[in-house]
């Protein structure tokens, strides 16, 4: 094992590559959506858990304002990734999304042509109470339309922490469902509403009030699977995929029943590769949390509603089996704007706060 000078040492070069990144155009993966046919609406939906009328059908979407299908306003994640992860350099760093936010300009609709670039708008480095090292790199993707409108934008933030061996980075059992909670659970599901062509008016309503909840989970793999396909595969691979690795190491993990190197990412799927983390199960990403958050926002704002904003910050993970409940509150209204203001809390299914976020929402008047 190596020293702690040597990581050190390691981390120090990947630092100072990294920080000349600052700033610049970065392109860690290749756009997966460009153009927004039903198909890729319909795949990123069903990849999401998210079955609203106004993404996939053309005669319900008709008859709204908008004339025609929108693509789900996480959709845009299906276009460029909006995560990077610095400098591709061989460094003991776990990486970790801490944050993932998403600001609206117009709706993306049926037909429309996206293109994105990304750059690392900022790093800097932190230590916790152990003396961890955390590198935080924020990126930020601006996505464009056709006529060269800019729809959105993201801001990602990843957290690269020294990895010291496998250290146990979260103990609890994977949870397995009683019959009573899939009783639960299943009335959870049914009761789940969607204002639609009901849009609340902005003067309806009122600070302190409650929105949802809805109910995700359990994760499975076949729901990381679904997302993958939604957003595009995150990794090449057998040999191809090995012998990319070589070039961004940081980038890759040891499978611990094979010692051979995969994709980071593939942890997400692979019990060994999470074992091997010291996880009880596979566990989603905060990428992944971002875009099954937004049902709850766009379930409630219904079809005039417009989401401008939605972050969405990981507390801890949801590992394989967990059940979150996504709840949200009415904490301002803006009357220059008729802008509304929402808090949202993700809790899991042992009572642990795995979701924090906030969204705002432009709703129609009177």
């Not at 709204?64 to 992860?85: D, N, Q």
């Not at 190197?261 to 905060?286: C, I, T």
Request: glycine share 8%; proline share 6%.
């Amino acid at each position: 094992m190596a020293s702690t000078e040597e990581i050190d040492a390691e981390i120090d070069e990947w630092v100072s590559r990294t920080k000349e990144l600052t700033g610049k155009e970065v392109r860690e993966r290749e756009t997966w959506n460009h153009g927004v046919t039903a198909d890729a609406i319909r795949h990123f939906a069903y990849g999401t858990d998210d079955d609203n009328p106004l993404w996939l059908d053309p005669d319900y979407a008709a008859k709204t304002k908008h004339g025609k299908p929108l693509a789900p306003p996480a959709y845009l994640v299906s276009v460029l990734y909006p995560i990077l992860h610095g400098a591709p350099m061989k460094a003991p760093l776990a990486s970790l999304i801490g944050g993932v936010e998403y600001e609206w300009f117009k709706p993306v609709t049926l037909g429309d042509s996206l293109a994105a670039v990304s750059r690392q708008k900022e790093f800097f480095e932190k230590r916790n109470k152990e003396g961890r090292r955390l590198n935080f790199v924020i990126s930020e993707i601006i996505y464009s339309n056709q006529h060269d409108e800019v729809v959105g934008k993201a801001t990602g933030t990843m957290i690269m922490a020294t990895q010291l061996d496998r250290v146990v980075m979260f103990e609890r059992p994977i949870h397995r469902c009683t019959d009573e909670d899939l009783a639960d659970l299943e009335a959870a599901f049914r009761a789940e509403k969607r204002a639609g062509a009901e849009t609340p008016k902005f003067d309806d309503v009122e600070a302190g009030e409650d929105i949802g909840p809805i109910v995700r989970g359990p994760l499975t793999i076949g729901d990381m699977v679904c997302w993958n396909a939604g957003i595009g595969p995150s990794y090449k691979a057998g040999r191809w995929g090995y012998l990319d690795l070589q070039k961004s190491p940081h980038a890759a993990a040891l499978n611990p029943a094979t010692n051979f190197s995969v994709k980071y990412s593939q942890q997400h799927e692979d019990f060994n590769l999470a074992a091997g983390r010291g996880m009880p199960g596979p566990f989603d990403n905060g990428v992944m949390r971002f875009a099954w958050v937004a049902p709850l926002i766009t379930n409630w704002m219904g079809d005039d509603g417009f989401l401008r904003k939605l972050y969405v910050q990981v507390r801890q993970p949801v590992i394989y089996g967990d059940i979150i409940t996504y709840e949200g509150k009415v904490t301002e209204k803006d009357v220059t704007q008729n802008l509304v203001k929402i808090e949202i809390t993700g809790t899991n299914q042992e009572g642990d706060v795995a979701t924090k976020g906030s969204a705002e929402v432009i709703l129609p008047g009177k």
